[in-house]
Structures are given as structure tokens and as C-alpha cells.
């Protein structure tokens, strides 16, 4: 049983500057959001949703702009998580006011998997990338 808390540290930097400052974000509100009164829960809970669009819009922009092959599959984990935060905030209006708690338990160990696998993936490809960018027109064409 861990009791420190959780926040931003070295084991989540992937030291592609711009996802990386993406990141200390959705890990400063994450972190928030199992803490204050509940009767701000929701007010956190936005924010999160918030930052998650724009962060997720993003990488996924990232990746159609590079041809990033595993594209669909990282997609879909941020499509899934999204889903799963809009539900708890809808379910919470409702009254299952437990489901925050579990949802701030819950999405660190989500996202240091999530940065552990495709964002990991994501940044290599992007650090490479950067330094020799394939022609855009590359990708299933052959010369003429
Ligand atoms: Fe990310
Ligand atoms: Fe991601």
C-alpha cells in the first residue's frame, strides 16, 4: 500500500519537451481531483475533461501528421478514458457520488501505463521525427 502522493516526478518524462509539458498538466489536475470537497468534485472533474480533449486532440494530431503507424490503437485508449470521465461525471450528477473517489484511484495507474506504452512510443517517434522528417508524400507511394 502506497501513501505518498501522486504528482509529477522523472519516471513520467519522456523528455519530448512538448508532451512532456502536456503531461505535468494532466498530472497536476489529475492529482487534484482526489482531493478538495466534493462539492467541487465536478468544477475538477471539467477541467480534467478540458485539458484531456486538448491534450489527447494533440497527440492524435501528432500522429496523423507523421503517419504514426500504431495511430488507431492509441487513439482509442484516449477515446476510452474520455468516455470513461464523462460517464463517472454523469453518474456522479446522479448521485453515485462514490465513483469520483474510485476515478482519482484509478486514472494514475491509467496514465503511467499509458505513458509507459503509446505515449512512450509516440515521443520516440516524434524525437526521431523531428530530427529527419520523412516526406509526407512517403508513406505507400513508390517513385515515379
Ligand atoms: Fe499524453
Ligand atoms: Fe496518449
Known amino acids: 500500500m502506497e501513501n ?5 516526478s522523472d519516471r513520467l518524462k519522456l523528455s519530448y519537451g512538448p508532451m512532456d509539458e502536456t503531461h505535468v498538466e494532466f498530472v497536476t489536475l489529475c492529482a487534484a481531483l482526489g482531493k478538495g470537497s466534493p ?6 472533474l471539467d477541467a480534467l475533461i478540458a485539458h484531456s480533449v486538448e491534450h489527447f486532440e494533440q497527440e492524435n494530431r501528432w500522429m496523423e501528421e507523421t503517419n504514426f503507424p500504431p495511430v488507431g490503437c492509441h487513439k482509442q485508449e484516449h477515446d476510452s478514458v474520455l ?4 460517464e463517472v461525471r454523469s453518474r456522479y450528477l446522479a448521485g453515485e457520488t462514490d465513483l ?3 476515478l482519482a484511484e ?4 491509467w496514465f503511467e501505463h499509458h505513458v509507459d506504452t503509446m505515449d ?15 516526406p509526407a508524400s512517403a508513406a505507400g507511394q513508390t517513385p515515379a
Not at 4 to 8: A, D, I, Y
Not at 122 to 133: D, Y
Open 120 to 134: 512512450n512510443m509516440l515521443a520516440r517517434f516524434m524525437i526521431a521525427w523531428n530530427k529527419e522528417p520523412a
Open 39 to 44: 462539492d467541487t468534485f465536478i468544477e475538477r
Open 83 to 86: 468516455e470513461i470521465m464523462r
Open 100 to 102: 469520483g473517489q474510485k
Open 4 to 8: 505518498t502522493e501522486w504528482g509529477w
Open 106 to 109: 484509478e486514472l494514475p495507474h
